[in-house]
């Protein structure tokens, strides 16, 4: 039998943990097996030949889960197929278009040209303003992002199934 795919995630407020499930589901389906985890709870990538990381982005910022998973597992992501989405834009537009090419922080260049992601893309994002802090409610306030869940379910369904 086949070893078991990983969708390891970073989520602040749990929507890219939601993504996640969702992908893990959709290998499930497909008689694959999948476990769907915290990225800060991995501990051992041995059981799996196949590496799915998503992160929430805020701030441009990678979720530090998801960040520090990355780093700490490059040795063995080298060596496995793995593919990374991130979760964050809000608003109407193709949030790969509205991330214009920028997937990831500058600092993560390195691990990313290391491990050489099958691919790598972005789904829209979840805001509810009244989940979130003064702080982070201030800053919305001023880039102007729109309130809403804006995660397009069959583009991550599309991905997932991608993987097969």
Request: charged letters at 25%.
């Amino acid at each position: 039998m086949d070893k078991k795919i990983l969708v390891a995630y970073g989520s602040k407020r749990g929507s890219t943990a939601q993504i996640a499930e969702r992908i893990g589901e959709i290998l499930r389906q497909k008689g694959l097996q999948a476990d769907v985890l915290d990225a800060g709870k991995v501990k051992d990538l041995t059981p799996y030949s196949k590496i799915i990381l998503g992160s929430s982005v805020y701030y441009g910022l990678w979720h530090r889960n998801a960040v520090q998973f990355l780093k700490k597992n490059t040795e063995v992501l080298e060596k496995l197929p793995v593919w990374l989405f991130i979760s964050g834009p809000t608003g109407p537009e193709d949030p790969v278009e509205h991330m214009d090419g920028q997937f990831y922080p500058k600092n993560l260049q390195p691990v990313i040209d290391r491990i050489h992601p099958r691919a790598i893309t972005c789904f829209g994002g979840k805001l509810i303003i009244n989940e979130l802090s003064s702080f982070e409610k201030w800053i919305i306030k001023n880039v102007k992002a729109p309130e809403g869940d804006y995660r397009d379910w069959q583009a991550i369904a599309s991905f997932a199934e991608s993987i097969l």
